[in-house]
Structures are given as structure tokens and as C-alpha cells.
């Protein structure tokens, strides 16, 4: 289980729904409250009032591939919805929007993470890497180099999301083995079913990293 998957079943352990879940929702209780109509049992205008102010812009600072970025986000935006409508780093991939794809797969302070499944407000003060903060320069990261080598997609559309996950792993784990791959690379869905060739991938990525060309 990696740490999108045990950070969503946590938040569900913890409340019975996600956070996700629990925004929406509070928003849709609020228009009712507000409508005269209370939809939650022993809910008052006070309850009514804060939900409205939830949605609310707030200020935000966040720091994405060494940049920080100062922005007025609603507490319901999602940082994938922030990279990819605010801030144009479009690299980021938004599949299932609800925890299950990984394809909008991003790095917390390194660690992979469901960009979908985090709110902006979460993301401040960590240091948010994607897809666009692999490059080094002008030229694709050590994992990106991989992917292309070892022909790891066909429709592309998981790829970002596979290529986070494998960054992510070969940062806590420059050297790992086929079964730590796949756990690795557990969380992100390929609906073309390209995972062998991601696998390599990985490995030939561990190889790079680490200044050993790859050879197989
Ligand atoms: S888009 Fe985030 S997990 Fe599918
Ligand atoms: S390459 Fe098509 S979903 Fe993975």
C-alpha cells in the first residue's frame, strides 16, 4: 500500500468520508441551510454562515518546483485544480478526480502524492514538485529519459502520473528491486497495460540516477 492509498483510507477511517467527500457535501448543506431548508439534523444559521465563508477565496502561499507562488484559492480547490487551471502546469493529469487513478500524481516534499485528493490549503509550506520540475533545463529529468527509452506508454495518459510515482520511489529508494517497483508503481493505473515496460523504466531510471547508463 503506498501513501496515497493509506493517506485515503486513513481520512475515511477517521470520519467515515474524506475530506473531499466532507467539502462537498458541507457545500451543498450550506445552499440548503441558506435556503431556509435545513438538510442537516440539528444544523443552525451560525453552521449555515461558516460554510458559506468556507468558500470564500484565502490567501495561500505555495511552493512549486522552487517557486513560490502567492494565490487566492477557495478552500475547496483540489492542487490539482490549482496546477492545472491557475497556475497552467498542465503536466499534471486528472483522471478519475477522486483518489483511484493516480494519474494526477505530484510530489509532497518528495513523497507521491494524489494532487486530486489534496486540497491548495493543504499544500502550503511543502514543497509541491510535478511533472514540469523534472526537467533539468531544457532536456527531460533522468526519469523521463527512461520512460522514452523503454517505450513505457502507448495512449500516455497515466505517464505523468507513473513518472511521479517512480521519481518519488527512486528518491526514497535509489536502488530498488522489481517487487519494490511494482509496489512502488501500485497506485497508478495504466489502462493500456504497459506495466512491464514501466518497470523497466524504473529500473533503467534507478540505473541513471545513480550514474550507471543502464544497460538491459
Ligand atoms: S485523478 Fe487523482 S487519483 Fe485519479
Ligand atoms: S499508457 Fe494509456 S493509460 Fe497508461
Not at 47 to 54: G, S, V
Request: net charge negative; hydrophobic share 35%; proline share 4%.
Amino acid at each position: 500500500m503506498n501513501d496515497n492509498h493509506r493517506k485515503k483510507k486513513d481520512e475515511k477511517a477517521e470520519g467515515g468520508v474524506t475530506r473531499r467527500h466532507f467539502l462537498t457535501g458541507a457545500g451543498i448543506g450550506a445552499v440548503g441551510l441558506a435556503a431556509g431548508a435545513p438538510a442537516v439534523e440539528g444544523a443552525t444559521e451560525q453552521d449555515a454562515a461558516n460554510l458559506i465563508a468556507a468558500g470564500e477565496a484565502v490567501p495561500v502561499t505555495l511552493r512549486i518546483n522552487g517557486t513560490r507562488q502567492r494565490l487566492l484559492v477557495e478552500p475547496r480547490w483540489s492542487l490539482a485544480y490549482i496546477l492545472r487551471e491557475k497556475l497552467l502546469l498542465t503536466g499534471t493529469k486528472l483522471g478519475c478526480d477522486r483518489g483511484e487513478c493516480g494519474a494526477c500524481t505530484v510530489l509532497e516534499d518528495g513523497v507521491p502524492r494524489y494532487s486530486c485528493m489534496t486540497l491548495a490549503l493543504e499544500a502550503e509550506d511543502r514543497e509541491i514538485t510535478t511533472l514540469e520540475g523534472l526537467l533539468e533545463g531544457e532536456e527531460l529529468g533522468a526519469v523521463q529519459r527512461a520512460f522514452e527509452e523503454k517505450d513505457a506508454l502507448q495512449c500516455g495518459y497515466c505517464t505523468p502520473g507513473q513518472v511521479m510515482a517512480v521519481e518519488g520511489l527512486l528518491r526514497s529508494n535509489p536502488d530498488p528491486t522489481l517487487e519494490e517497483i511494482r509496489t512502488g508503481v501500485s497506485g497508478n493505473l495504466c489502462r493500456c497495460g504497459t506495466y512491464p515496460n514501466i518497470f523497466k523504466a524504473a529500473r533503467l531510471a534507478a540505473d541513471l540516477k545513480r550514474g550507471k547508463g543502464g544497460g538491459s
